[in-house]
């Protein structure tokens, strides 16, 4: 051949070349296909949840904006200031008891006007669409019927009022951006809660008001026009671009996550194209030689392989695209309860774009090196490559170097969370890095290990430091093939842990709220009576918001703060407030003294010393805050540290009495029960002698708790897999690679005499040292990525099962030698004199 081939005539010999099953090839397909389909998958599922909550973003939040209030209505001019911008819908939120006389549960009571719903409808189970219901009428969740024992059309009492069944709720629009529900949900024509008697001076109650703007305004703009008109209102504002800011953060943070994991498996799998190609290009050797005696040029092999290649990677690109959409709609049912996701096949373009991109650049950046590689050396030294391994091409190492950085560009290009993303693949990117050196350093201690006595041991070691050793591409296949066990594993159990451990230690059975102060001696009465060795806890509770805090003489008030700084949670909006003469049970002091009881002098509070180190508060500063729309100012006393976990009360401020007692309130209760048998009289009994108090069931909340958790765990368990499957499918082509070239010295040792059984044990025993050193190594690695996505991303406790982990592990280290096993069986069938022959 005198001239580089053109394209076609490449093709046609490439397509004969190429094995109808692209045997050679298929681990170069399967890596591919795993990293394209995670990532196909991984963005399709968030651009449909996103889109949903950017297009549903009106029907999610009832309105265009939102304030909410907590204690108190709307004033006639707060009103009118919202009604200038388009139409309102005002009602209440709050926890309440619904009772028959033979039960008793406790809801969450939302009382709307004959408005709601601004946008969307609400739907019964009888496929009644319908709006707020009528006085004496009830819209039901389900739950609530169920704990009630009624159906439809029968009397329940909310109160001091009796209502009516008059449906079942099937979908309530503005459910998501309601957030966590303590109780099933009751729905209520508006003037319900004060007809009831639930509503007096001290009740915690929300008022929530929805608008549904006439023009083009923007709720952004809105939101800061009517903060500068009320800026001690104490209000919260919701937008329609963020109906549901929890699900907002739960979808920023999946994405992250799922973000990770499809990059950790374009890692895994970067590595396995990598042993793929070499290995198929190996077995090409013959044939690579032949074109070149032919007059093939070096282009000419590069344009030939690289054609079959590619069509592997694109065909695996194809299919893994087509696997992402295919499983999508099973990822969106593992979240329906979570998150508005779309049911059936969703089809999103720019994702699956993406994923296809990531495919062909990893395809491109980990082939380039072996491919290139191959096509520098005469067609003699191909030959007698077997005996006389080809030397490294550094020069080869420049493209892979420009296809890893349109990897890290495209990735840090196209990702909400560039530090994210981009403080992954500087991971990424040493924990390569510190495998290649891990691997250099086994060569050279088993280079300079001492000889042993056991043959087959000794041959093993020799096995990892000989000239043409695949020591280094072991070495970094199972650090990552077997971390992907460990990250799977602490993942799995930390998540576990959090759903068994910390969740339901210490938890009360029972909140109450909205306990008249001087009926405090009738409730506990009422409670000793049914259960004498219960424990009570009851404290005052009120809400207000901080609105200035810091030095006395140069506060930071909070309505001109750009951003909340983060920790500083209790600054939004209002909060749980609470006065005590006593350091409250869980807490302990950390900075300052407690005053004493019955104290008189300047009104004090003490603060959460995490919330006081994110907005820098010192003691002797000072806090504004807002209580029913009057301005209280009081000095920093002590800090505290919080055990959050208890489940008991725990507020961030907690004042002097003098401080807040005088505002209008009620008490809040906790009960520990020691006869659960009770528990249905004490409810059915709380209804009658206390109306106005409503219960919260902990049980229930954990319930809920519990099951939202193993939600994002079997999400968490789906994703996560896929990097174990692309580390499993590296182990094994790591493996077959690696068995190629062992023909040889199989043959040679057959020829001297080695039974089928040393064979097998020389096999066992290099892959069994390699796997025992690396163990360590995939155990740091693999905990350290898990320890961050739960911490981190998640902001869970880490809580693995250390247990479970090393057990996981172990079953790695099993299957790795399980495949050394399996990969060395065809060893044993090769012929010597044929072997030899194509060497």
């Not at 209000?235 to 996550?257: C, E, H, I, L, Y």
């Not at 009081?634 to 489940?647: F, G, P, Q, T």
Request: charge should be negative.
């Amino acid at each position: 051949m005198s001239a580089n081939l053109n394209w076609s005539t490449a093709w046609r010999i490439a397509r004969r070349d190429l094995n109808a099953r692209f045997k050679g090839l298929r681990l170069l397909l399967v890596c591919i296909f795993l990293g394209t389909a995670a990532l196909a998958a991984i963005g399709t599922l968030t651009a449909a949840i996103e889109r949903e909550l950017a297009g549903r973003g009106q029907e999610l939040l009832g309105g265009d904006l939102e304030i909410e209030v907590w204690q108190r209505d709307l004033s006639t001019q707060e009103k009118d200031a919202l009604s200038a911008y388009g139409a309102i819908s005002g009602g209440t939120r709050m926890q309440a008891m619904a009772s028959t006389p033979d039960s008793a549960a406790p809801v969450e009571l939302k009382a709307v006007d004959a408005k709601w719903p601004l946008y969307g409808t609400l739907t019964l189970k009888d496929g009644r669409s319908v709006g707020a219901p009528v006085a004496g009428e009830a819209w039901l969740g389900q739950g609530a019927l169920d704990r009630l024992g009624i159906g439809v059309g029968d009397t329940f009492r909310v109160g001091t009022v009796d209502l009516k069944a008059a449906g079942v709720i099937a979908n309530e629009p503005d459910r998501l951006s309601e957030g966590f529900q303590l109780g099933p949900t009751v729905i209520v024509a508006q003037e319900l809660p004060f007809e009831a008697g639930l509503i007096a001076p001290g009740t915690l109650y929300e008022s929530k008001y929805r608008v549904a703007f006439d023009g083009g305004q923007d709720p952004e703009d809105v939101q800061a026009a009517l903060e500068q008109r009320f800026p001690n209102a104490g209000f919260d504002f919701r937008t329609r671009d963020r109906a549901s800011p929890g699900a907002d953060r739960f979808v920023g943070n999946m994405s992250d996550f799922l973000t990770l994991v499809g990059l950790a498996a374009l890692v895994i799998a970067g590595i396995g194209i990598g042993g793929g190609v070499a290995s198929y290009l190996d077995a090409r050797r013959n044939s690579i030689a032949t074109l070149k005696v032919l007059g093939a040029s070096s282009m000419d092999i590069v344009r030939i392989y690289a054609l079959q290649i590619g069509s592997a990677a694109l065909i695996g690109s194809i299919a893994g695209i087509v696997t992402g959409v295919l499983v999508t709609p099973l990822l969106g049912l593992a979240l329906k309860d979570l998150l508005p996701v779309e049911s059936g096949f969703v089809i999103e373009p720019a994702p699956l774009a993406l994923g296809a991109a990531y495919g062909l650049l990893v395809a491109f950046a980990f082939a380039a090196t072996p491919l290139l590689r191959a096509r520098a050396f005469p067609a003699m030294a191909l030959m007698r490559a077997r005996v006389s391994p080809l030397a490294r091409d550094w020069r080869a190492l420049g493209w892979t170097a420009l296809g890893i950085a349109a990897i890290c560009a495209l990735a840090l290009l196209t990702t909400a969370q560039p530090m994210l993303s981009g403080g992954f693949l500087v991971g990424a990117g040493g924990a390569l890095i510190a495998l290649a050196l891990i691997g250099l350093g086994i060569r050279l201690l088993a280079k300079r290990a001492p000889r042993t006595s056991n043959p087959l041991l000794r041959a093993a070691i020799a096995n990892l430091h000989r000239p043409g050793a695949p020591t280094g591409a072991l070495v970094t296949a199972l650090g990552f093939g077997l971390a992907a066990f460990v990250l799977l594993a602490a993942i799995q159990s930390a998540i576990d842990g959090n759903i068994q451990q910390r969740v339901p230690r210490q938890a009360p059975d029972y909140f109450v709220l909205d306990i008249p102060r001087d009926g405090e001696t009738d409730f506990r009465a009422l409670v000793s009576e049914l259960d004498p060795k219960a424990e009570i806890r009851t404290v005052p509770t009120l809400r207000g918001a901080v609105l200035a805090y810091g030095p006395k003489d140069r506060m930071t008030r909070v309505a001109d703060l750009e951003e909340i700084p983060e920790g500083a949670w209790a600054l939004r909006g209002e909060r749980g407030l609470t006065y005590a003469d006593t350091l409250p049970p869980g807490n302990s002091l950390v900075e300052g003294e407690w005053w004493s009881e019955g104290y008189d002098g300047e009104p004090l509070v003490s603060v959460d010393a995490d919330f006081a180190r994110a907005i820098d508060l010192k003691i002797g500063d000072y806090l504004t805050i807002g209580v029913l729309g009057i301005e209280r100012q009081v000095r920093v006393a002590n800090l505290r540290v919080i055990d959050w976990e208890s489940m008991g009360f725990n507020y961030a401020l907690v004042f002097s009495s003098n401080a807040i007692a005088d505002a209008p309130h009620n008490l809040a209760a906790t009960i520990e029960l020691t006869d659960e048998s009770r528990s249905g009289e004490l409810l059915r009994q709380m209804v009658a002698r206390f109306p106005s108090s409503s219960v919260i069931e902990i049980g229930q909340v954990l319930v809920e708790a519990r099951t939202i958790l193993e939600q994002v765990g079997a999400a968490t368990l789906a994703a996560a897999s896929v990097a174990v499957l692309a580390g499993l499918a590296v182990l094994m082509g790591a493996i077959a690679a690696a068995r190629a070239s062992r023909t040889y010295d199989t043959v040679v040792l057959r020829v001297l005499g080695a039974s089928r059984r040393q064979v097998l044990g020389l096999q066992l025993a290099e892959y069994g040292v390699l796997a025992a050193l690396l163990a360590l190594v995939a155990l740091a690695l693999g905990s350290t990525l898990a320890w961050f996505v739960i911490t981190q991303l998640f902001e869970f406790d880490w809580l693995p099962d250390w247990t479970e982990v090393l057990s996981v592990l172990g079953i790695g280290l099993v299957l790795v030698l399980a495949f050394a096993l399996g990969g060395s069986l065809p060893l044993l069938k090769a012929k010597p004199a044929q072997a030899l022959r194509e060497l």
